[in-house]
Every structure is written in C-alpha cells, then in structure tokens.
C-alpha cells in the first residue's frame, strides 16, 4: 500500500495541474460572472382565472369538437372503464390533432412515467406523405390509443430481456392531453408485451379502481347517491434552485445530484431567517414564469415560498383528483427544470443535496372524496355524517397499521436514506399522529358494549362523542412535525416522501391497503348484519370497534426523532428499517403479495420485478457516488492539496534561506499545514484505493439483495471517511487555490 501511495503522489506531484486549474478557472468566472446577472425579466398582465388549461384538451374542449354523445361515450370509458371503439378513437383523434394544431404543435408523444423515476417521451409529427407525394397532417385513433417504444431499454426487473423490444404505451383517457411547447403529449400507461406493467401509472390506476369500489360499498351504508369515490391528493414539492454557472464547477452536482463533498459554512439555517423570508428577485421571477406556464397547463399551483435551508424553496396546487395529481407532479417537474435554465439556475431535486443542510421532501396530502362532493376524511354536520368519518378515519390508520413495513418501503430510496431519520424529516419508522382529542375519541369507541346498543348509549355516543368531533378539530392539537403519516384536519399528510420521487409509488400502495381493509370492514359489517340481526348502526359501530384492537401501536404523540421512540417502536413490533436493501424487503413478503393480488394492483411477478427494479437501482446510485468522488478526489482535491503544500514549501525554503537554523521559528505554521495535508492525502489516496478494490469483489456478488446490503454496509462508509479528509483539506487549502464552488457560494449567491 505504501509503495502505491508514494508512486501516487509522486505521479501527482508531476502533473501539470490542468484540470485543477480548469477547475478553478471555471469557478472563479461563475462567481465572477453572478455580478454581472439580472433578474430575467417577466411581466404576466392576464389573471390566472382567465389562463388555467388552456393548453390542455379539457372535457370542455372535447365536448365542442365531437358533441354530447361522443363526450357522453368518452365520459363513459372513463368512469365505468368501458372500451372506445375505433369510430369513435379516430373522432377523438382528429379533434385533438385539429385542437394541438391550433395551438401550433407539430409533433405528438406518449407520454408515460417508466420505472426510472422520471418522465419518457418519443415524438412523432404530425407531417406525413400520402402515396401521391403530397404532404399534410395526419393523426388517427390507432395513433392516439398506442404505441410501440422500446421496453428493452427501461427497467423492467427481469420481465423484458434486452433483446426483446416490444412495450405498448396506451392512452389513458382519464388524463386530457395537453401541449407542451410545440408537441402534443397524450398521458399512457406503459406496459410490455405480454401486458404487465413497467411503469408507476397502470398500477395507480388499478389501486384507485378497487379503492374507488371498496370505498362506495362502505359510503352505500351513509348515502345510496355515492356512485364514485375518489381519491385525492395534494402534494408539496421542495427544492434547492442554485445558480448554473456555479453549479458547473460542482462535477457531483451534475453527475448525482448532490455534493459528494463540501465543508458546511459558518452560517447555514440557525437563524431560520430564511424560511418564508422574502424571495429573492431571481427566484421570484422564475416562480412568476413557472407558474404562468404550469397554470396554462391545467396545474393549479396555489403556493409559493422558502423553505428553511438556504436556498431551498416550495411550491404546492390545490388539491386534485390522484391520478391526474401525479401526472401534474410529473409534469411541474419537468417544467421547473426547462424554466430555471431560462433564469441561469440548477433545480436540485435530490433529498440530500448538502450535508449538514436540510433535505427536501414531498408532502404527500392524501383524503377520499365522493361524487356528492364530501371529503370523507373531513367531519360533517351531523352525528351520521360524523360517524362516516370515523368510519373512513379508523380505517385507513388499521391498514397503516397492517402495512407498515410496505407502507415504509414504498418511500425509500439511496438519496432519501440520508433524509429519513436525519432530524430534520420523518424517521425510518412509521407511525401515524392523529392528536389527544381524536385519540380520547378512539379510546370512547373502544369501550362501546360487544352487541346491541342500548337506546341510552347509542344516544350518548351519538351527541357526546361522535357529534362533537367537529368541534375537537376546530382545536386539534397542535401538529407533529416529526409524525410521517399526520391527520391535519380534513386529509392525511403522508410527510416522509422524498422530493425526487414519484408519488405514484406511495400512493399505490396506500390506495390498495385501505381498499383491502375497506373490503373487510365491509364484510364484518354484513356479518353482524345478518349473522347477529344488528342494525346498520350497531353493526358499524361494533365493526369500527374490534378494529381498533392493536391500533394503539402505531400511534404517536411524542418526539419520533428521540432514541427512545426507536426503542419503544421495535417493543410495539414495529418496522425499524434504517437503509433501502433492508426496508425493501416487505415488497416480497407474503403480505404484500396478497395484498396486491387481492387488490388486483400487481401480480405476483410484477411486484418482484420492481423489487429487483428497486435494489438495482439502490446499487448503481452508490456506484455512480463511489466513482464520482473518486474521480473528483483523485483529478481535482488531491493535486490542489499538493500544489498549495508546493507554495508553502518554497515558502518554507524561502524563510530557510533568510533565517538560517532560526527557520523553525518563522515557518512552524507552514510546516505543521504541510504535514497536516500529507496526512490527508494519505488517507483520501488510502480510502479511493479500498474503495475500488471492494467494489470490484461486491460486482461479483449475484444475489440482488445480498450485492445491495454489501454495497450499503461496505462502500458507503468509504463515502463519508474520503468526503470527511476532502472537507477537511477544504478548511486548510488556500481559497484562491480551490476548484470547486464551496457551500457559501452554492446556498447563498444567487
């Protein structure tokens, strides 16, 4: 190893130092250049009223092209799943080619949402050649109900081989179309030869099918008019903006999203003067443009503002129906990114970009709302009303309770482990918070009498429990900020989704736990209906009753970032899975399988082929970090420590020359500086060294699992030992000298 090490440095100490000074060259400019940026301008004089979807192909839209009866058939296909004839597809068709047209498109894509965790898009124009040369525009049923991209090329989890192209993307009518740019997008789902699923829409869409029956068999015993229920959904997204030319002195920001090294400066968010500060002009013109853009395309963002990091920002729309939700999550995405370039700013999408710096999340509001226009998670005015509530309420924290450890596992993900559990977020553990006067209200229930209520206790739990729960929440205890799945009032607040991830994921999963156990409610309830001859109120109260045995497990009031909530979890039977590999595991239990069959979701070999998906993943984010910074740490940190440990020896034999024997006295700091950038040195060159040896034996590892866990336990300390040796030099190297943009520069110049 020694032997290694000195040819190393030796090697080093030659180079000429041209992609140091590359580098350095490059931040200097950026910051250079930040004097010289203006607030690009933008100026909207149109209200968002007047604006919102007109560049999406809404039912009002489509109604005006083929009349009442095709929206009435479209209308049809979407809410009872009926199939569209090809007559009426080439209909549709042409109107919204005629449509995209008028609004200038001049291509069309599929739009669909792979296992990538992003959005994929092939376009295809409208122009074609007929047989006799001339040319026009041409887009017909076939062509807007599906398509044949290459499903070799995304993750599939072992379903497609690579040398086996064929996937279908089909239209999914219960998402309008919208132009984007100049290219007409069609939301589908992405499907592969033999009809399973490779993306996050066609399960979504199957979870919010069964919970749309489970939850209208329920509301049947408040109100005969629910025909439809709907889940509904809300999100929050966070992020860091970071100006663009500083960003491309950051070679782990472009590579991974997030700095793999970087000392933390003096001042980060300890005044917590940035949260809801006023907005910087930059940023607010690009919020200004980015909502005028998204507003425009159906996405109703309703607030803006800054988070509590510096340079970490948020933005939320009004809540909508959860399948179209995710598909305007997907898109703002999109759309943040092609916007900030306009404005010279980077998005920062990862959980973790900056260490010791608040993560962002993604706020998933969850709630049910009937065709009649009820929230079920939100009280109502009368006792009945209350009681549907409860119903809907209690139900949905026992499947959280039953699904825990799935429920955990569809959130997590390499960047969002360094989120999780970090003091600063939810942690690993899932509990859900619903406050002391809803918890009195559960504890009241409990106690009901096994059987037939009396008249007197049925009135009682009536008019002092059940038609007070109004009231209670008008005063709810005061939020849980450390609660990863929270009751806030009228919804739940699914808080420990991380900010690159698709919503789809968690909300499929919980969409079909609280189906599966809406079903069984349902069924306990006709049991005591007919088996016991109760009354529907009875039934329904002694139903909610024996579920509430053990919900008491995953309820939580306290502090979920204390030591001794982990303690107290694992007693409960908890799940307590502190990285990715280990948290995945539930995807593939007997459990989770059942339940996704029983739901009709996934099949038994889908949900495996998105574990594997899921671990693979996990592996490559680690890898790609691991020789990142052993890129970074060997081209750019180790020769600027060696360059500026070469000023301070000529600086060393200068003070020699003056002083004589007497140098020590004049040169002991140098002295002392060199050595102390030798010993990092060493220990980054050390580090870099085992860390590509280990990788090379974990590449051999077959098992996906067992090669996951390695690479979690093995290479991802190598990560924090080498970055701690790096961050260090940081503190000790001539600033001129550095080649990357520091910490100070990336979250506070803009």
């Known amino acids: 190893m020694d032997t290694y090490l000195n040819f190393f440095i030796l090697k080093l100490s030659l180079f000429d130092f041209q992609n140091t000074s590359l580098m350095n060259s490059l931040r200097k400019k950026s910051l250079e250049s930040l004097f010289d940026k203006q607030p690009r301008p933008f100026q909207n004089n149109r209200k968002y009223s007047d604006l919102f979807a007109i560049n999406v192909f809404t039912d009002k839209v489509l109604e005006q092209y083929v009349g009442k009866?095709?929206?009435?058939?479209?209308?049809?296909?979407?809410?009872?799943?009926?199939?569209?004839?090809?007559?009426?597809?080439?209909?549709?068709?042409?109107?919204?080619?005629?449509?995209?047209?008028?609004?200038?498109?001049?291509?069309?894509?599929?739009?669909?949402?792979?296992?990538?965790?992003?959005?994929?898009?092939?376009?295809?124009?409208?122009?074609?050649?007929?047989?006799?040369?001339?040319?026009?525009?041409?887009?017909?049923?076939?062509?807007?109900?599906?398509?044949?991209?290459?499903?070799?090329?995304?993750?599939?989890?072992?379903?497609?081989?690579?040398?086996?192209?064929?996937?279908?993307?089909?239209?999914?009518?219960?998402?309008?179309?919208?132009?984007?740019?100049?290219?007409?997008?069609?939301?589908?789902?992405?499907?592969?030869?033999?009809?399973?699923?490779?993306?996050?829409?066609?399960?979504?869409?199957?979870?919010?099918?069964?919970?749309?029956?489970?939850?209208?068999?329920?509301?049947?015993?408040?109100?005969?008019?629910?025909?439809?229920?709907?889940?509904?959904?809300?999100?929050?997204?966070?992020?860091?903006?970071?100006?663009?030319?500083?960003?491309?002195?950051?070679?782990?920001?472009?590579?991974?999203?997030?700095?793999?090294?970087?000392?933390?400066?003096?001042?980060?968010?300890?005044?917590?003067?940035?949260?809801?500060?006023?907005?910087p002009p930059r940023v607010i013109n690009y919020m200004q443009e980015l909502e005028f853009e998204a507003i425009q395309l159906g996405i109703p963002l309703k607030t803006r503002h800054n988070e509590v990091a510096p340079g970490q920002f948020e933005l939320a729309p009004i809540f909508e129906e959860a399948n179209l939700s995710v598909d305007h999550n997907s898109l703002v995405v999109d759309l943040m990114q092609k916007i900030a370039s306009k404005h010279d700013f980077v998005v920062l999408f990862h959980e973790k970009p900056f260490e010791g710096i608040n993560g962002s999340g993604k706020h998933n509001n969850w709630s049910l709302s009937t065709n009649t226009g009820v929230n079920l998670l939100s009280p109502g005015k009368t006792p009945m009303s209350n009681l549907q509530f409860l119903t809907f309420f209690i139900n949905t924290i026992v499947a959280v309770l039953y699904h825990e450890a799935l429920i955990r596992a569809s959130i997590t993900s390499a960047s969002n482990d360094h989120r999780l559990g970090s003091n600063e977020a939810p942690p690993e553990i899932l509990s859900v918070f619903i406050g002391k006067q809803l918890s009195s209200v559960l504890d009241d229930l409990e106690n009901v009498s096994k059987g037939k209520l009396s008249p007197e206790e049925k009135t009682d739990l009536k008019l002092n429990v059940i038609g007070k729960i109004p009231e209670i929440l008008l005063d709810n205890t005061d939020r849980n900020r450390t609660s990863p799945f929270a009751f806030t009032g009228n919804k739940f607040e699914f808080r420990a989704v991380g900010s690159k991830s698709n919503c789809a994921k968690s909300i499929t999963v919980l969409n079909a736990a609280v189906a599966q156990q809406l079903i069984k409610f349902g069924e306990d309830v006709e049991a005591l209906i007919e088996k016991k001859d109760m009354k529907k109120d009875d039934a329904i109260f002694n139903a909610l009753r024996d579920n509430l045995k053990g919900i008491k497990n995953i309820l939580f009031e306290g502090d979920g970032y204390s030591e001794s909530w982990k303690t107290e979890a694992v007693k409960r039977g908890l799940s307590y899975s502190q990285n990715t590999p280990e948290a995945l595991t539930a995807f593939i239990s007997k459990k989770t399988i059942d339940l996704f069959e029983q739901t009709n979701v996934l099949s038994e070999r889908e949900v495996k082929a998105r574990y594997v998906v899921d671990l693979k993943e996990y592996i490559m984010r680690i890898q790609i970090e691991s020789r990142s910074l052993g890129d970074i740490a060997r081209n750019f940190i180790i020769p600027t420590g060696i360059k500026y440990q070469n000023v301070l020896i000529q600086n060393v034999k200068g003070l020699k020359e003056i002083y004589g024997k007497d140098y020590k006295k004049f040169a002991g700091v140098q002295i002392k500086i060199i050595e102390r950038i030798s010993g990092h040195i060493e220990q980054i060159s050390e580090g870099i060294f085992k860390m590509v040896e280990t990788r090379k034996k974990l590449n051999d590892i077959q098992d996906e699992f067992h090669k996951a866990s390695s690479y979690c336990e093995k290479v991802l300390p190598f990560l924090s030992d080498i970055r701690y040796h790096c961050d260090k030099l940081e503190l000790v190297v001539d600033d001129d000298l550095w080649p990357l943009a520091k910490y100070r520069e990336l979250l506070f110049y803009r």
């Open 69 to 279: 009866d095709g929206f009435n058939q479209l209308a049809q296909a979407i809410n009872k799943g009926s199939k569209i004839n090809r007559s009426f597809a080439d209909q549709i068709a042409a109107s919204i080619k005629a449509w995209a047209l008028s609004k200038g498109a001049t291509h069309y894509t599929h739009w669909f949402q792979p296992l990538t965790g992003g959005t994929a898009e092939k376009h295809d124009a409208f122009f074609d050649l007929q047989p006799s040369g001339k040319s026009m525009e041409s887009f017909d049923g076939s062509q807007l109900v599906q398509q044949e991209p290459d499903a070799s090329s995304f993750p599939s989890g072992g379903i497609r081989n690579t040398f086996e192209a064929r996937g279908y993307t089909a239209w999914d009518p219960t998402s309008p179309a919208f132009v984007f740019g100049k290219t007409l997008c069609i939301p589908t789902i992405f499907v592969s030869y033999t009809g399973e699923a490779l993306d996050y829409k066609t399960p979504l869409l199957k979870s919010i099918q069964t919970l749309d029956n489970a939850a209208t068999g329920i509301c049947k015993y408040f109100d005969k008019n629910v025909t439809k229920v709907n889940a509904t959904l809300g999100w929050e997204q966070e992020y860091f903006l970071v100006d663009s030319s500083i960003a491309a002195s950051r070679p782990d920001l472009t590579i991974t999203g997030r700095t793999l090294i970087g000392h933390q400066p003096s001042k980060g968010q300890q005044l917590n003067d940035h949260y809801f500060g006023s907005i």
